[in-house]
């Protein structure tokens, strides 16, 4: 292999890194304005009568999920709207943990979407109207982060809590189940 | 052996027959107390009129209305409680946490249950103990959403025909006794404000009081007095705000200065931060019948984080002292000026008279959350003495002189820093969990805990509904490594007697009983019977979930004596069990979870009641 082509192949593979990189960081802050709508986030895992399978997942989903911008939008929104009072750093407290593997309602991120924007039975408050729809979904996509479901380039690598919790970098990937205690 | 009983039967005189079943019958105790007993007339007796003779039931979480938990009857002893065996279980239907104790009036069990706040009636005449009704109140499920420390009910209460009690979204509730149909209810809290009701209402000279919770809600506090037969509001007084909403008039005597002024309630926040301040009650109240006093302690201001309002933050962690018949205020004592860690003063209030000069001084006993032992009397609220009864370095003491708390200002939180080795951390030395206090000791038998944090404070924003804290915390192990404790404190010679040293913290109350016995669980669902006098631990049963319930004893329709508790592990302590917490994050439950770690591996969810007799 000569050195040039050797030289070329690490030019191809760092642009193809700063390109994902780029898109890691894409902020869609010129992109069409998206519509103030809340949610079409996807019931829990359910029987789909005459279906089979779940509908796709709301096409907005991606420009959120996975996204350092949106992911650091929402934790911010995460500690100022106090989810943080009820779910700690993920661990829970009045409301379920979120960094485990369990998902009362859901873990792709338009059902934590649409659990955010429309609340849930069992004391979930629903912030429609409280928050934007983009504030919403960033929200979703950082609640996602707790359990490590994003790549790792794309999350903090410095926990923004006092107290000592593990940074986003090296919380372990959980599985998504739903939980089979949804009545707790 | 004629001298042993000359000495009982001395002993049983001078107590004035206070609460012992043994005066009821007009013969002496049989229970063998072997070591000699102290003198009465050295130690503190409960308040003979809030203590009356004992019947047999057990009608309130208190026991009487001096908050002694104690039971007179005496068949179980030392001697005998190794044989202590199960009569009969019975399961609640819940997983949450559950604090209240079972209630028996005259052959039937009363159990209320953590949310959903179902009311069972229990028949015990029957073999097995089978259900007579159900009552389900059907509490808002949102609720569940703004109870800060897992959805725990703190107990019923019976008076004249009727169970009362509250539901976490709530509303206070009357039943009839027998039937089981609803006399009347009345709602209190608005859960979209975050208001809860956990506490254990208590009955009194026709009224019912009930407090709310939500402390960690931005909530505003609160006790109110419904009249016992129709539930319509009586009298209504906050703990913030100005006098004539804390129902402060000319009748209000605090007895030191820091607690005399116009309008503190106002003068000691911010502007309108007594609107979200707490000062809530939702622990234990008592009651005088001599002076018509209830008396009940305030819980913490908010948010925790205290950069956010500075000053005394009136009427919040003290101790109030009201009139039962207009609410109006007597007396107040502020444990804790300007709270900084979460130590709400909610604790049980024990009406005692203990030995002073030639006679006795009525006073209230209070193993306070700050980690004192308060005695303070009971007409004016001086503090005559205040000691700590376990390891703190958060205050320097409490100048008797004053009144007031010594803060130590290394451990005050400040926001955007961390302040560490906090101890007690913020559930207190002791949290909500009521000791037991026996006339035959004179000691106060104290279930708490040896937790230290480190508190990260934190700019809270007030959202209606949402937590209002501002705090990161992570408790631990305090000095020695063991989490809890079970003390028995002699509360005229200000010292411990004894002390078992206990792994977990503990969050169960205890009972003490007339044969010599002390009873209280273990969140790894230990119930341990152990000797009053000594602390020796005497006989012990693995319950199915921790245990962090008020035992009882009671003499049943065939006139053994009974012990009950209700196992079900959960309450802030536990809500990494019965909320299924992930214990990688050390800041879960409010700082619990880091504590307690190791609890998901050794106890389950549950709620099952449990029945002890001595075999025939």
């Known amino acids: ?184 | 052996m004629r001298r042993v009983r000359t000495a009982l039967l001395g002993v049983i005189a001078v107590a004035a027959c206070a609460g012992l079943e043994a005066c009821n019958k007009g013969q002496p105790s049989t229970a063998p107390i072997k070591s000699e007993p102290l003198q009465s007339g050295e130690h503190a007796l409960p308040a003979s009129a809030a203590s009356p003779r004992d019947d047999g039931n057990w009608v309130m979480p208190s026991k009487d209305y001096a908050a002694t938990r104690f039971s007179a009857l005496n068949q179980i002893t030392p001697a005998n409680v190794s044989k202590l065996a199960i009569r009969f279980t019975f399961s609640t239907a819940t997983t949450k946490g559950y604090e209240a104790p079972p209630l028996v009036v005259n052959g039937t069990m009363y159990l209320i249950t953590p949310f959903p706040n179902f009311l069972y009636a229990l028949d015990l005449t029957k073999p097995g103990a089978p259900a007579k009704w159900v009552f389900k109140p059907k509490p808002l499920a949102a609720s569940q959403g703004v109870a800060c420390c897992d959805v725990v009910n703190r107990g019923a209460v019976y008076d004249a025909g009727k169970i009362f009690f509250n539901t976490l979204d709530g509303q206070t509730i009357a039943v009839d006794a027998n039937s089981g149909q609803q006399v009347w209810r009345t709602q209190l809290g608005d859960i979209q404000k975050g208001e809860t009701i956990t506490m254990a209402p208590l009955v009194a000279g026709g009224k019912v009081f009930v407090g709310n919770s939500g402390g960690e809600m931005g909530v505003r506090g609160w006790i109110a007095a419904l009249d016992e037969g129709s539930g319509k509001l009586a009298w209504k007084a906050f703990n913030t705000g100005p006098d004539k909403d804390v129902l402060i008039g000319p009748r209000f005597k605090p007895f030191y200065a820091s607690d005399q002024g116009k309008d503190l309630g106002v003068k000691t926040w911010p502007p309108d931060a007594w609107k979200i301040g707490g000062g809530t009650v939702w622990g234990w109240l008592s009651y005088d019948p001599e002076t018509k006093l209830v008396f009940y302690g305030v819980g913490n201001p908010g948010p925790w984080n205290a950069d956010q309002r500075p000053g005394d933050n009136k009427w919040t962690t003290g101790v109030f002292a009201r009139d039962i018949d207009t609410g109006q205020a007597a007396w107040f004592y502020q444990t804790t000026p300007h709270d900084i860690f979460d130590h709400d003063d909610i604790n049980e209030i024990i009406l005692a008279d203990i030995p002073w000069g030639n006679g006795r001084r009525p006073v209230i006993l209070r193993p306070a959350r700050a980690g004192f032992f308060y005695v303070q009397d009971r007409r004016t609220g001086q503090v005559l003495s205040a000691t700590p009864y376990g390891y703190v370095n958060a205050y320097r003491g409490v100048d008797l002189k004053t009144g007031a708390m010594l803060p130590n200002p290394d451990k005050e939180p400040k926001q955007g820093r961390v302040t560490r080795d906090i101890c007690p951390a913020a559930p207190g030395l002791k949290d909500w969990n009521p000791s037991a206090f026996s006339p035959l000791t004179g000691l106060v038998y104290i279930p708490h805990n040896n937790l230290c944090m480190d508190f990260g404070a934190m700019q809270a924003n007030y959202i209606a509904g949402t937590p209002y804290v501002g705090a990161d915390v992570k408790m631990y192990a305090g000095p020695g490594g063991n989490r809890g404790a079970f003390t028995a404190w002699d509360p005229v010679h200000r010292r411990a007697v004894w002390e078992i040293k206990e792994d977990l913290p503990v969050w169960s109350p205890a009972l003490a009983t007339g044969g010599g016995l002390v009873f209280y669980g273990t969140m790894d669902g230990w119930f341990k019977a152990v000797d009053a006098r000594t602390g020796r631990e005497l006989w012990k049963f693995k319950a199915g979930s921790g245990i962090i319930g008020q035992p009882i004893s009671y003499r049943g329709p065939d006139g053994r004596q009974y012990i009950a508790v209700v196992a079900g592990v959960g309450g802030w302590a536990g809500a990494v069990v019965s909320g299924k917490m992930d214990t990688r994050d050390p800041t879960g439950a409010l700082g619990f979870a880091n504590a307690v770690k190791d609890l998901p591996m050794k106890t389950t969810a549950g709620g099952m009641l449990y029945v002890f007799t001595l075999p025939r």
């Open chain 1, 1 to 184: 292999m000569s050195s040039r082509f050797r030289a070329s192949l690490l030019a191809l593979g760092l642009a193809a890194f700063a390109l994902a990189a780029c898109d890691r960081e894409e902020r869609h802050s010129r992109s069409k304005p998206l519509g103030e709508t809340i949610p079409a986030g996807e019931s829990p895992d359910t029987i789909w009568p005459a279906q089979g399978s779940p509908p796709p997942p709301d096409p907005r989903a991606k420009l959120y999920d996975n996204n350092a911008p949106a992911m650091a939008e929402g934790q911010f929104l995460y500690n100022q709207m106090n989810c943080v009072g009820c779910h700690s750093h993920g661990g829970g407290g009045m409301g379920p943990p979120l960094m485990d593997d369990e998902w009362r309602y859901g873990g792709r991120i338009d059902q934590i979407a649409a659990t955010i924007a429309e609340g849930r039975p069992n004391g979930m408050p629903s912030w429609r109207g409280k928050l934007t729809d983009d504030q919403i979904w960033k929200l979703a996509a950082y609640v996602r982060s707790l359990s490590g479901q994003p790549s790792k380039d794309a999350v903090a690598s410095r926990a923004e809590s006092m107290s000592a919790t593990t940074p986003q970098t090296l919380t372990p990937r959980e599985p998504a189940h739903t939980s089979d205690t949804a009545d707790q």
